[in-house]
């Protein structure tokens, strides 16, 4: 299994903290964010990180080197990451998702250790880590069914009717089989971009499969381990205040 990490995003709600890098160069506790991320991702015994790359690479790239914690690094470099959104990162590394299973995340996350080996740990083809909803969340969130599979992603322009104290917040970190992505996500990936563009999020198309009833996606709930999501400089405030020492 291989880590598959998107850090090409500019960061923009983060203001000067990420004007001249990515956003997962942040400090937190002592510590840049993406180092966090590869330093638990190495302790899973994984083969290799996928990284791709855009608003600053340089420093990225000159930060991680070829290897972290003994895990080797590559890079997938998004030129156009200025005017492309998530869907056209992980469209570049199709290659790469194909070629192994992989654990599929954001680079601006914080995370509790377990969710990450729980999520490698599902034998699913396929699944997604979700959360139950919160008031500080804010994006795509899942439907589930009795079985405990995602019956729906709902992004948030749709989310008017629904009452969201039912609903899970996506956590952005997903477990995809190289089979799965390969029959399934890929393709349905390249159709999405012809389409729509790549202006968008790539929980439309898994929302897209799941609703057609193509492929299906395990969730796995992260309970009450604590997560967060860096976007805003109150997020960081309050991912050091939930992961303070002592607290997790």
């Not at 200025?82 to 290659?95: D, E, Q």
């Not at 804010?138 to 439907?143: A, K, S």
């Not at 976007?231 to 992961?243: G, N």
Request: negative net charge.
């Amino acid at each position: 299994m291989q880590a598959l990490i998107l850090a090409a995003g500019m960061g923009t709600r983060l203001g000067t903290l990420t004007a001249d890098s990515a956003k997962c160069m942040l400090r937190f506790q002592g510590q840049r964010l993406l180092e966090r991320l590869l330093v638990d991702l190495a302790g899973l015994g994984l083969r290799r990180a996928v990284l791709v790359v855009g608003h600053g690479a340089d420093e990225l790239r000159a930060t991680v080197g070829d290897s972290c914690a003994g895990m080797p690094c590559v890079y997938v470099e998004n030129a156009s990451y200025r005017s492309s959104n998530n869907i056209y990162s992980l469209a570049l590394a199709a290659p790469q998702l194909c070629a192994d299973d992989t654990l599929l995340l954001e680079s601006d996350l914080v995370l509790h250790p377990a969710i990450l080996r729980a999520c490698a740990a599902e034998a699913a083809p396929a699944a997604a880590v979700v959360a139950p909803y919160a008031p500080w969340m804010d994006g795509t969130v899942t439907l589930l069914d009795d079985a405990g599979w995602v019956s729906r992603f709902v992004p948030r322009a749709e989310q008017g009717e629904l009452d969201l104290r039912q609903t899970y917040k996506t956590v952005n970190l997903y477990k995809l089989d190289a089979t799965w992505s390969e029959r399934y996500l890929v393709p349905a990936m390249h159709t999405h971009l012809a389409e729509v563009g790549a202006h968008v999020y790539y929980e439309d198309v898994f929302g897209r499969l799941v609703a057609a009833g193509e492929a299906r996606m395990r969730a796995v709930p992260t309970g009450a381990l604590p997560w967060y999501e860096i976007d805003t400089p109150a997020d960081l405030r309050a991912a050091e205040a939930l992961f303070a020492p002592g607290v997790v």
